[in-house]
């Protein structure tokens, strides 16, 4: 992930912006002196999260925020007509669950997205992140999906689903040391939080 930089060769122009009590972000111009002019998606920290969307109109974005969605979507009308709308959700979770295995560029590309970004991930973000995980276990990316996993229960111990997520994606890569263990780390939580009767049968044998 890149910033915005501050230079006296660039100009930056906030367009637009999607905020909420979880969401901040902005449509910001680079009005540089550019062969092509840019609009780069940014989050509170000026961070840019999707960036290249070409206008054609001075000082002008090519789309727009859909203030009606629950998440950030931008909507961008590359093709000049309505049916060049494009839409980018910002949750990763979001996009994974609309992919499937043969879309391998696609996914790389999230991937790659979520691991330029893990550092900045809270607390907050952990059931996001253990989507997006699930969804790549369940595409096949079982390494990725192992190491958001390991992220999502550093940020929170106490995100039960996370070691059965966990532990089915050591599963997959054949650990099956390490997926006992967290079978029974998440059957263990399971039974504190008086849900017992909920643990999957499947996951019996491990136990």
Not at 1 to 19: C, H, N, R, V, W
Not at 28 to 49: G, H, K, P, W, Y
Not at 85 to 110: G, P
Request: aromatic content about 10%.
């Amino acid at each position: 992930m890149k910033a915005l930089q501050a230079d006296s060769t660039l100009f930056f122009l906030t367009i637009d912006a999607y905020k909420n009590n979880q969401y901040n972000y902005a449509a910001i111009l680079d009005a540089s002196e550019t062969e092509m002019t840019q609009c780069l998606i940014v989050d509170q920290n000026r961070n840019v999260i999707l960036d290249t969307i070409p206008s054609m109109i001075p000082n002008s974005c090519s789309g727009q925020w859909d203030k009606q969605s629950h998440t950030p979507v931008w909507m961008a009308d590359i093709g000049g007509g309505k049916d060049g709308v494009n839409y980018f959700h910002y949750l990763a979770s979001e996009q994974l669950k609309q992919l499937n295995t043969r879309d391998v560029s696609e996914i790389q590309q999230i991937v790659g997205s979520i691991d330029c970004q893990l550092s900045t991930y809270r607390k907050q973000d952990a059931a996001e992140l253990n989507d997006s995980a699930f969804f790549l276990y369940q595409l096949g990316y079982d390494d990725a999906s192992l190491r958001f996993l390991n992220h999502v229960i550093k940020l929170d111990p106490n995100r039960t689903v996370a070691y059965l997520n966990r532990a089915d994606a050591y599963l997959a890569l054949k650990n099956i040391g390490q997926a006992r263990k967290n079978y029974m780390m998440y059957a263990d939580q399971m039974k504190k939080l008086g849900l017992s009767n909920k643990v999957p049968l499947r996951i019996k044998k491990y136990l």
